[in-house]
C-alpha cells in the first residue's frame, strides 16, 4: 500500500481546446496539456488558437488547483526558428505550469532565455535507455516522457540509475506505427510533415492490394479466401501474420490502442510520476470515460485495493481501434482486421447540457436514437448510475417517442441520480447495449 504522503501520481489528460479541458478537470485529472498554436503536434486540430485561448485554459486549470503544460514540441525548420522562439516566449508569459519540448536547440535556447521555465522533454525525443535520460536530466530537463515502446522492466531500469529525474508514460490512447511518432509516411503520401503538426493519419486508411504494377480503379479485384504477411527465409523466426480483406481494404499499419489499466497497480506500486493519455482529438464523451477509468485505478492502487469493475466497464463504453496493454506485453500492435472496434457496453446517447431545476428536465444534445423504452444510464464525475426516462420532448418542447441524432431535447428520470444537478453540464446518458440474447 503507497500513501499519499509518500507519493502522489498525477493523472496527466489531454486538452484540445476549453471544452475537453473542463471535461478532463471534472472527471479527475490532476494536470492537463495542450498544443501551443502553430507549434504542437496537433496544429491542425488545435482549439487553442491564440494567446487568449492558452490565457483562459491557464487560468481555469489553475483556479481548480490543477496543473497546466504547454505542448511545444514541434521538430522546427530553419524557417519556423524564429518565429517558435518568438511564441515560446509569450506563451512562457501565461505562466504554464511546464513546456514540453521535443527540439535540443530549441531547449537549450529555452535553458538560457528562460531558466525559470520547467521543461518535459517530449515522448518525439525518443528517449529509450538510462544514458538518454541521464543526459537530458543533465540539461535541466525536469520530466521525461518515454517512449511508448519500452517494456516495463526498461521502465523501471531507468528510474533506478536516474532517480532524480521525473518519468511520464502513456497508459492510454492512439499508438503510432512508427517509432513513437517519428512517421515520415503522411510527408510522403500527401506533403503533411507529420512532425511539423500535419499528420494525416496515412497509417489509418485502408489499402488494397493490385495484381498490377499500375493502379487503377477499373483493375482491381477482391481477392478470393485469406492470405497472411511471410517471409522466405527458413531461417526466420517469425510467424505469418494472417492477414484480411473488407470491402473497403486492408488495414497494414493501423496499430491497436494502447490500454494499460491493468498495468497501473504496478506502476504505482513503483512510483512512476505521471500516467499520460493520449487524445486531444477525441470527444469529450470518450475522455470522460478514459479519464474516469484511470482516476479509479490509480486511487484503488494508492489504497492497494484490486482494479475497481466500474474502471474496467467504463473503458468498454468507448470505441477503439482494438486494444494492446503495452509495455511489450499481450498481442501484437498492429489490428490487420479493422481500424474501429464498437464500444462493448454501451454508447453515448446524448450529452446533458443542463438540468431545469423549475421542471425537473434535462436539456441534451442527442447523439444516438433514444426511446423510452431503452436501457440507460447516467454518466456524472460521481460515477455511472442505471436511470430510466419517464418523458421525452422534442427541440419544439412536443412530446415525442423518438429524438434523433443531432438534435436538441430534453428528457425527465423517474428518479434523479446522485449529482445530476450539480454535474448536468458535465453528464452524459449511455445506452446500454443488449446482449445478443436479449429480445
Given at each position: 500500500m503507497v500513501t499519499p504522503r509518500e507519493y502522489i501520481p498525477e493523472l496527466l489528460a489531454p486538452a484540445g481546446d476549453?471544452?475537453?479541458l473542463r471535461y478532463a478537470i471534472a472527471y479527475g485529472a490532476d494536470a492537463v496539456y495542450a498544443g501551443q498554436p502553430a507549434f504542437s503536434l496537433r496544429a491542425r486540430e488545435n482549439g487553442f488558437r491564440n494567446l487568449e485561448d492558452l490565457a483562459e485554459g491557464i487560468r481555469y486549470t489553475h483556479e481548480r488547483g490543477k496543473k497546466f503544460y504547454l505542448t511545444s514540441n514541434v521538430i522546427a525548420r530553419n524557417f519556423k526558428v524564429e518565429a517558435f522562439q518568438?511564441?515560446?516566449?509569450?506563451?512562457?508569459?501565461?505562466?504554464?505550469?511546464a513546456l514540453i519540448v521535443a527540439d535540443p536547440g530549441i531547449i537549450g535556447?529555452?535553458?538560457?532565455?528562460?531558466?525559470?521555465?520547467?521543461?518535459?522533454l517530449s515522448v518525439q525525443a525518443n528517449t529509450t535507455n538510462w544514458l538518454?535520460?541521464?543526459?537530458?536530466?543533465?540539461q535541466g530537463v525536469e520530466r521525461i516522457i518515454l517512449s511508448r515502446e519500452l517494456k516495463l522492466s526498461e521502465v523501471l531500469e531507468?528510474?533506478?540509475?536516474?532517480?532524480?529525474?521525473?518519468?511520464?508514460?502513456?497508459?492510454h490512447g492512439a499508438v503510432c506505427m512508427a517509432m513513437s511518432g517519428r512517421c515520415m509516411l503522411s510527408n510522403w503520401a500527401t506533403h503533411r510533415d507529420a512532425n511539423q503538426g500535419m499528420c494525416n493519419n496515412s497509417c489509418r486508411l485502408p489499402y488494397r492490394l493490385y495484381a498490377n504494377a499500375e493502379v487503377q480503379d477499373d483493375c482491381y479485384q477482391a481477392h478470393q479466401g485469406n492470405f497472411s504477411l511471410v517471409t522466405s527465409d527458413p531461417k526466420s523466426e517469425m510467424e505469418a501474420i494472417a492477414l484480411d480483406e473488407d470491402p473497403w481494404g486492408t488495414y497494414f499499419m493501423s496499430s491497436r490502442d494502447l490500454c494499460?489499466?491493468?498495468?497501473?497497480?504496478?506502476?504505482?506500486?513503483?512510483?512512476?510520476?505521471s500516467f499520460k493519455i493520449e487524445g486531444r482529438t477525441r470527444s469529450v464523451y470518450y475522455l470522460s470515460q478514459v479519464v474516469s477509468a484511470y482516476r479509479q485505478a490509480i486511487d484503488a492502487a494508492m489504497l492497494g485495493n484490486p482494479l475497481p469493475e466500474s474502471a474496467q466497464k467504463a473503458l468498454l463504453c468507448t470505441d477503439s481501434r482494438g486494444w494492446?496493454?503495452?509495455?511489450?506485453?499481450?498481442p501484437l500492435p498492429q489490428n490487420y482486421e479493422?481500424?474501429?472496434?464498437?464500444?462493448?457496453?454501451?454508447?453515448?446517447?446524448?450529452?446533458i447540457k443542463s438540468f431545469r431545476e423549475e421542471t425537473g428536465e434535462l436539456e441534451i444534445l442527442v447523439k444516438n436514437p433514444i426511446t423510452v423504452k431503452q436501457e440507460f444510464e447516467i454518466l456524472t464525475p460521481e460515477g455511472m448510475f442505471p436511470c430510466t426516462i419517464s418523458d421525452l420532448k422534442n427541440f419544439k418542447n412536443e412530446p415525442a417517442e423518438i429524438l434523433h441524432p443531432g438534435t436538441n431535447g430534453s428528457l425527465r428520470l423517474r428518479d434523479l441520480m446522485p449529482g445530476i444537478t450539480k454535474n448536468a453540464d458535465f453528464s452524459f446518458l449511455v445506452a446500454k447495449k443488449m446482449s445478443k440474447t436479449s429480445k
Open positions: 476549453m471544452a475537453r518568438k511564441a515560446l516566449l509569450a506563451a512562457i508569459e501565461l505562466a504554464p505550469d535556447w529555452l535553458r538560457r532565455e528562460a531558466p525559470h521555465i520547467p521543461l518535459h538518454t535520460a541521464k543526459f537530458w536530466a543533465e531507468i528510474q533506478k540509475q536516474v532517480p532524480g529525474v521525473e518519468l511520464e508514460v502513456f497508459v494499460a489499466i491493468r498495468s497501473v497497480e504496478e506502476l504505482v506500486q513503483n512510483k512512476i510520476a494492446m496493454p503495452g509495455f511489450k506485453t499481450g479493422a481500424t474501429q472496434v464498437p464500444a462493448e457496453l454501451g454508447c453515448v446517447a446524448a450529452q
